[in-house]
């Protein structure tokens, strides 16, 4: 009973999530609804026709008792009618009690609620131990921000995964939701064996660092091969966790940094690499107060000069299909793919045109805020930040080259640092409302100025845009893209936020027809940047090429994109 009781409100949380419930549940109360009406209408008559016709006297109690135990069809006896009108009105409630109370209620009661109360008992039960069978799949110990993402893509890929969950209420309430889960105790070996952890393809210990350091020992008992990644909350745990038995440490406050540094404009920067496959190297490059601006693709002579081949282009946030006749602005970043050797000779074609050497302003003065602003450093790129707690003072004042304590949203503060001259501006706070605040403000205050900022919540992202950032990346989907790259075991490519690169094996129903014939595009809005054939890599196929099975498309998208990429031709 108790047990019961435990699990009722992810019942009816389960209940009222589902519009074809909800509208049964609608249903079931207008009928109790008009059972109550009818009753009260019986005992009202009740005692009419007592009183005109029959002379008695009976309290209202009297009526309702009467009217359930005829309706019910129990009739005891003790009250009846002695008229020929009562005795009809006793038949009318007799016959109407079994059609409304003896076939109508049980049916819609089972139908409308008791089934769905079962189906959900049956969804919110969380299992102990995962079917004997299963092999390939991904284990996680908590259902956060980068688990969910990350869920999204296992389920586009086919590929089963679990959240483990110790508390039992919490993983049944994640049965509830959608999210599948089992649960037990993550630090016990006994868990993980019932988890098939020794045939997971990957599990991901992404709790405390205590308790991930706990969780990678428990499955070392169990099995000594399973590739174990955790994300870490401290650079000095990555030790501890690696020792404890953990393949890969994930500090991503600090690669958030990193990679948002990574798409600053400071000094004679202006290409920025973005990841590699193969020996091929993608990397994207501002526009912005360059001859290029204004010219499309074909008249900008890229791919004559340095040999690089533009795969797509930035548009406020859109990735958009790279065409010869694309127009560059102001505002677009190009994504080319080339050898290294090919980036330094579009490094030094972009080099000689409006180079600015002034401080790049950091805002934040947290993990992530001081990642950025130790690899910006690193390259000698000078940096000023603004962090608005006095008490982190002391412990980041040698960070920046110069550090101011206020609000940025002071336009005097902004000044003191050097807004106006800044090349960019790299927003760090973890709440969206502000950065997107910031974003508007500085746009306005240096209309040239780079923006680049991080976002906590993904419906951000078009909301930033438009208030005028130029790259934005999220936590979340750094985490994801890491981790994918490891299962799928390429190099981490971090295109920008809801995009990354896939490696797509030719389906057997594209085999044989030309790049163009097979609607990629059209269908999914995936990009095909390249093909991999035979360990040979095709730089931005033409669409007359032939594709067969055994190649690998190389592909930038967001991850609906690769959704529907199934659903169109691997269903």
């Given at each position: 009973?108790?047990?019961?009781?435990?699990?009722?409100?992810?019942?009816?949380?389960?209940?009222?999530?589902?519009?074809?419930?909800?509208?049964?549940?609608?249903?079931?109360?207008?009928?109790?609804?008009?059972?109550?009406?009818?009753?009260?209408?019986?005992?009202?008559?009740?005692?009419?026709?007592?009183?005109?016709?029959?002379?008695?006297?009976?309290?209202?109690?009297?009526?309702?008792?009467?009217?359930?135990?005829?309706?019910?069809?129990?009739?005891?006896?003790?009250?009846?009618?002695?008229?020929?009108?009562?005795?009809?009105?006793?038949?009318?409630?007799?016959?109407?009690?079994?059609?409304?109370?003896?076939?109508?209620?049980?049916?819609?009661?089972?139908?409308?609620?008791?089934?769905?109360?079962?189906?959900?008992?049956?969804?919110?039960?969380?299992?102990?131990?995962?079917?004997?069978?299963?092999?390939?799949?991904?284990?996680?110990?908590?259902?956060?921000?980068?688990?969910?993402?990350?869920?999204?893509?296992?389920?586009?890929?086919?590929?089963?995964?679990?959240?483990?969950?110790?508390?039992?209420?919490?993983?049944?309430?994640?049965?509830?939701?959608?999210?599948?889960?089992?649960?037990?105790?993550?630090?016990?070996?006994?868990?993980?064996?019932?988890?098939?952890?020794?045939?997971?393809?990957?599990?991901?210990?992404?709790?405390?660092?205590?308790?991930?350091?706990?969780?990678?020992?428990?499955?070392?008992?169990?099995?000594?091969?399973?590739?174990?990644v955790a994300i870490a909350e401290?650079?000095?745990?990555?030790?501890?966790?690696?020792?404890?038995?953990?393949?890969?440490?994930?500090?991503?406050?600090?690669?958030?940094?990193?990679?948002?540094?990574?798409?600053?404009?400071?000094?004679?920067?202006?290409?920025?690499?973005v990841g590699a496959f193969r020996?091929q190297l993608i990397a994207e490059?501002?526009?912005?107060?360059?001859?290029?601006?204004?010219?499309?693709?074909?008249?900008?002579?890229?791919?004559?000069?340095?040999?690089?081949?533009?795969?797509?282009?930035?548009?406020?946030?859109?990735?958009?299909?790279?065409?010869?006749?694309?127009?560059?602005?102001?505002?677009?970043?190009?994504?080319?793919?080339?050898?290294?050797?090919?980036?330094?000779?579009?490094?030094?074609?972009?080099?000689?045109?409006?180079?600015?050497?002034?401080?790049?302003?950091?805002?934040?003065?947290?993990?992530?805020?001081?990642?950025?602003?130790?690899?910006?450093?690193?390259?000698?790129?000078?940096?000023?930040?603004?962090?608005?707690?006095?008490?982190?003072?002391?412990?980041?004042?040698?960070?920046?080259?110069?550090?101011?304590?206020?609000?940025?949203?002071?336009?005097?503060?902004?000044?003191?640092?050097?807004?106006?001259?800044?090349?960019?501006?790299?927003?760090?706070?973890?709440?969206?409302?502000?950065?997107?605040?910031?974003?508007?403000?500085?746009?306005?205050?240096?209309?040239?100025?780079?923006?680049?900022?991080?976002?906590?919540?993904?419906?951000?992202?078009?909301?930033?845009?438009?208030?005028?950032?130029?790259?934005?990346?999220?936590?979340?989907?750094?985490?994801?893209?890491?981790?994918?790259?490891?299962?799928?075991?390429?190099?981490?490519?971090?295109?920008?936020?809801?995009?990354?690169?896939?490696?797509?094996?030719?389906?057997?129903?594209?085999?044989?027809?030309?790049?163009?014939?097979?609607?990629?595009?059209?269908?999914?809005?995936?990009?095909?940047?390249?093909?991999?054939?035979?360990?040979?890599?095709?730089?931005?196929?033409?669409?007359?090429?032939?594709?067969?099975?055994?190649?690998?498309?190389?592909?930038?998208?967001?991850?609906?994109?690769?959704?529907?990429?199934?659903?169109?031709?691997?269903?």
């Amino acid at each position: 009973m108790i047990c019961g009781m435990k699990f009722l409100p992810a019942q009816l949380a389960y209940i009222m999530h589902q519009p074809r419930l909800r509208r049964n549940l609608g249903a079931l109360a207008k009928y109790l609804l008009f059972l109550g009406a009818v009753i009260g209408l019986y005992s009202a008559l009740f005692h009419w026709i007592m009183w005109e016709v029959e002379g008695q006297r009976h309290s209202w109690i009297t009526g309702f008792y009467w009217t359930l135990t005829v309706m019910s069809t129990l009739g005891f006896g003790d009250i009846t009618f002695t008229s020929d009108l009562g005795r009809l009105f006793s038949l009318v409630v007799l016959l109407s009690g079994i059609v409304l109370l003896l076939i109508v209620l049980p049916f819609a009661f089972i139908s409308f609620f008791y089934a769905p109360w079962l189906e959900a008992r049956l969804r919110t039960r969380a299992p102990r131990e995962l079917p004997d069978g299963l092999a390939g799949h991904v284990l996680m110990c908590g259902y956060d921000s980068v688990a969910a993402g990350l869920g999204r893509r296992l389920k586009v890929r086919g590929i089963p995964w679990f959240i483990v969950e110790p508390d039992a209420e919490k993983a049944a309430e994640l049965m509830a939701e959608g999210v599948p889960a089992a649960t037990g105790s993550v630090t016990s070996a006994a868990t993980w064996r019932a988890m098939r952890a020794g045939r997971a393809r990957l599990i991901l210990a992404n709790r405390d660092d205590r308790i991930d350091s706990n969780i990678a020992l428990a499955i070392r008992e169990t099995d000594a091969t399973t590739t174990i990644v955790a994300i870490a909350e401290a650079p000095e745990s990555i030790d501890v966790l690696e020792l404890s038995g953990c393949d890969h440490v994930l500090d991503l406050k600090t690669r958030l940094g990193e990679h948002l540094a990574a798409r600053v404009d400071a000094g004679l920067r202006r290409v920025h690499e973005v990841g590699a496959f193969r020996d091929q190297l993608i990397a994207e490059f501002t526009v912005h107060g360059t001859p290029l601006a204004g010219r499309s693709i074909r008249e900008s002579g890229l791919r004559e000069v340095t040999g690089l081949n533009v795969v797509g282009v930035w548009k406020r946030g859109r990735l958009e299909v790279a065409r010869p006749e694309t127009m560059l602005s102001d505002y677009s970043v190009p994504v080319v793919v080339g050898t290294p050797s090919q980036l330094i000779d579009l490094e030094s074609l972009l080099v000689i045109h409006q180079a600015n050497f002034a401080p790049v302003v950091v805002v934040g003065g947290g993990k992530v805020g001081c990642a950025v602003a130790r690899a910006l450093k690193s390259h000698g790129t000078a940096v000023h930040m603004v962090e608005r707690d006095a008490r982190l003072e002391r412990r980041i004042r040698s960070v920046p080259d110069r550090l101011v304590i206020g609000d940025a949203a002071d336009r005097a503060i902004l000044a003191e640092v050097g807004i106006d001259q800044a090349p960019s501006v790299v927003l760090t706070t973890n709440d969206d409302a502000t950065n997107i605040y910031l974003s508007v403000y500085c746009r306005r205050i240096n209309p040239d100025l780079r923006i680049v900022s991080r976002i906590t919540h993904e419906e951000s992202v078009e909301s930033i845009y438009r208030a005028g950032a130029d790259f934005v990346l999220s936590y979340a989907t750094l985490g994801v893209q890491s981790i994918f790259a490891l299962l799928e075991g390429r190099d981490l490519v971090v295109v920008g936020e809801g995009t990354d690169l896939y490696r797509i094996p030719v389906p057997l129903r594209l085999a044989g027809r030309t790049l163009i014939e097979s609607g990629i595009g059209s269908k999914t809005g995936l990009n095909v940047v390249a093909i991999e054939s035979d360990g040979t890599i095709a730089n931005n196929p033409r669409p007359d090429t032939p594709l067969r099975e055994g190649q690998l498309l190389m592909t930038i998208g967001t991850w609906e994109q690769r959704r529907r990429f199934v659903e169109e031709f691997e269903g």
